[in-house]
């Protein structure tokens, strides 16, 4: 899995820089560079092909200043990918690492993430989707904090669809470990990163807290986002969330009461009130066909 033959500095940061010597690490190493798909703060991402068997896969490439062995959000998300076995978590292939740059070799999602999907589909889904997408994060999450993993970034851009029936929790770098393995207490998170509108409002209070109820709150921001095609307001005091939470509800048009409270407490200002995540595995997402009126095109059951 792991690719130890390092090449000297300055060819290292030709492969970081240079476009052609970039694609020449990458067929080194069996893969052809087909385009970036994606740029983010922890690295760039590129969709490439197995010269091998022809399948393609994505190239997450993250880069250090100092050894990327020493580098935490690359130490989270390789560490995290490597314990967690599940079938809606991004499933990784291959670690290619060098003193500076490491590459994880990842499943290739043919649809994007929801948060480009929406853009592309008028900002709305179809109520199998969402139902579907849904429970399908939220069972990829129940594998996180049964490994005692708090994913710590869920938001529409770290979904990603793979079809009308299969979506992937992915980016676990920003991941956190909430229990010592010799003492079985729990360790409370003191990193306050994560997408403004779907980070808890403990979190905003940059004071140290417990990982995985502030998870179950980005569930509840990721489905109202799902629903209505909106991002929450961002970085709201308590009083602002609260009124929110009222606007969801209405948002949601629904006569279901039960679903109501269900979102509610997945949002709730006190992270003790929120369900655990295997109560949310119990939970009917707020939609039905009644309450739930998409608009322009929607991704295709076929799909």
Same mark, same amino acid.
């Not at 940061?13 to 990458?26: A, E, R």
């Not at 490439?61 to 390789?78: G, K, P, Q, Y």
């Not at 480009?116 to 589909?121: P, Q, S, V």
């Not at 409370?188 to 998870?215: M, N, W």
């Given at each position: 899995? &792991? *690719? ?32 970036? #798909?994606?740029?983010?703060? &922890? ?8 010269? *091998? ?35 809606? #978590? ?133 489905? &109202? ?19 929110? #939470? ?58």
């Amino acid at each position: 899995m &792991f *690719d130890l033959n390092f090449p000297s500095g300055q060819q290292e940061m030709d492969y970081i820089t240079n476009p052609k010597k970039w694609s020449t690490f990458l067929s080194s190493n069996g893969y052809r560079k087909i385009t970036c #798909i994606g740029h983010g703060s &922890f690295g760039d991402v590129y969709a490439v092909s197995s010269l *091998d068997s022809g399948v393609d896969l994505a190239v997450k490439r993250m880069v250090s200043r100092n050894n990327i062995t020493e580098d935490n959000t690359w130490l989270a998300e390789s560490q995290a990918l490597l314990k967690l076995d599940h079938e809606n #978590i991004v499933q990784l292939k291959e670690i290619l690492i060098t003193p500076k740059m490491a590459c994880l070799v990842l499943e290739l999602a043919p649809y994007g993430n929801l948060e480009l999907l929406t853009e592309r589909l008028d900002k709305r889904f179809d109520v199998s989707f969402v139902i579907t997408a849904f429970q399908q994060t939220v069972s990829a999450v129940k594998c996180c904090h049964d490994n005692d993993i708090a994913h710590c970034d869920i938001n529409p851009s770290n979904i990603l669809v793979f079809s009308h029936h299969l979506v992937k929790l992915a980016d676990f770098g920003l991941s956190f470990r909430c229990r010592n393995v010799s003492s079985g207490k729990e360790i409370l998170c003191t990193d306050y990163l994560g997408h403004d509108s779907y980070i808890a409002p403990e979190v905003i209070k940059r004071q140290p807290f417990s990982a995985k109820p502030a998870d179950i709150w980005s569930l509840g921001c990721l489905l &109202f986002f799902m629903i209505t095609g909106k991002h929450p307001a961002k970085n709201t005091n308590s009083n602002e969330l609260r009124a929110c #939470i009222n606007e969801w509800m209405l948002a949601i048009s629904t006569s279901d009461d039960s679903s109501k409270v269900s979102l509610s407490n997945l949002c709730h200002t006190d992270p003790e009130l929120r369900p655990l995540i295997s109560e949310v595995i119990l939970i009917q997402p707020p939609c039905s066909e009644k309450s739930f009126r998409p608009h322009g095109n929607s991704i295709s059951k076929t799909e």
